[in-house]
Each structure stands twice: as structure tokens, then as C-alpha cells.
């Protein structure tokens, strides 16, 4: 009973910490298509002070996947509203996101 107990639960961890997993390598190309233009090395070449620098994303209340999300989802004039005009799904949205939150992590 405890073994079955024990399976299934890893079962449950297993399958829930890989549906909720964004992947950061998969981000990491749709970066390179949409983002680079504004951001290439996590930069803000439009608003400066809006870079992708860990210390940015925390000062502007950033340094969240939600937040993120919203932002690349609505965006905000001049970045695009990539959601909203389906040029990216929600899943890539979220992969996209992990790549950014990572690259900030590590300091471009
Ligand atoms: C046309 C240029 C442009 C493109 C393309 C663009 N952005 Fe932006 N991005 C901006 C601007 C401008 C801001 C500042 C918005 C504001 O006023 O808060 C910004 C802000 C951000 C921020 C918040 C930075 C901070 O420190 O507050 C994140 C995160 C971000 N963009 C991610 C992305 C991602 C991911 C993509 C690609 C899917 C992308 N952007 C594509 C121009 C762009």
C-alpha cells in the first residue's frame, strides 16, 4: 500500500512539475526572433533605464514571471502587444519569459 501510495504521488510531481515548466531553451529562440530588435544582450536600446538587468526588472517591479507576462502579453507602446496580435502563443510567452527571468539571473 505505502509502494502505491509512493508511486503515485511521484507520478503527481512528476507530471505537474512538467506541464507547469516553461522552457527557457525554447524562449531562447523566440527571443532571438522578437525581442532582440529592442533587447539584443538584455539591453533597452528604446528606454534605457528599462533594460533587462536583474537590477531593472526588480526596480520597475518586473522581476516576475507574472509580471513579465502581462508585459509581453499587453505590451506596452512602443513594445508590441505580443499576445493580444497572436504572434506569440501563450506557451511560448511563458518560455520566453524563463529565458529573460534565467539570462537576468546569470547577468546577460
Ligand atoms: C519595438 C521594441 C521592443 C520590442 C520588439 C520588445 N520590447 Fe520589451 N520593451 C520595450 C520598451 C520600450 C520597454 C519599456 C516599456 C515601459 O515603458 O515600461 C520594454 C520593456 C520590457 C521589459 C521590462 C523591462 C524593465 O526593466 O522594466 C521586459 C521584461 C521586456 N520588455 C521583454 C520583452 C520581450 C520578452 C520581448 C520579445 C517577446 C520584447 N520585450 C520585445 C521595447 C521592445
Do not use: Q
Amino acid at each position: 500500500m505505502k509502494k502505491i501510495i509512493l508511486v503515485v504521488s511521484l507520478t503527481l510531481i512528476g507530471f505537474t512539475s512538467y506541464s507547469i515548466a516553461a522552457d527557457a531553451d525554447k524562449g531562447e529562440k523566440i527571443f532571438t526572433a522578437n525581442c532582440t530588435a529592442c533587447h539584443a544582450k538584455g539591453m533597452n536600446h528604446i528606454a534605457p533605464g528599462k533594460s533587462l538587468s536583474k537590477e531593472d526588472l526588480t526596480a520597475n517591479k518586473r522581476n516576475s514571471s507574472a509580471a513579465i507576462i502581462a508585459l509581453v502579453t499587453n505590451g506596452k507602446s512602443p513594445m508590441p502587444a505580443f499576445g493580444k496580435l497572436g504572434a506569440i502563443s501563450a506557451s511560448d510567452i511563458e518560455n520566453v519569459t524563463a529565458y529573460v527571468l534565467k539570462k537576468a539571473d546569470a547577468g546577460w
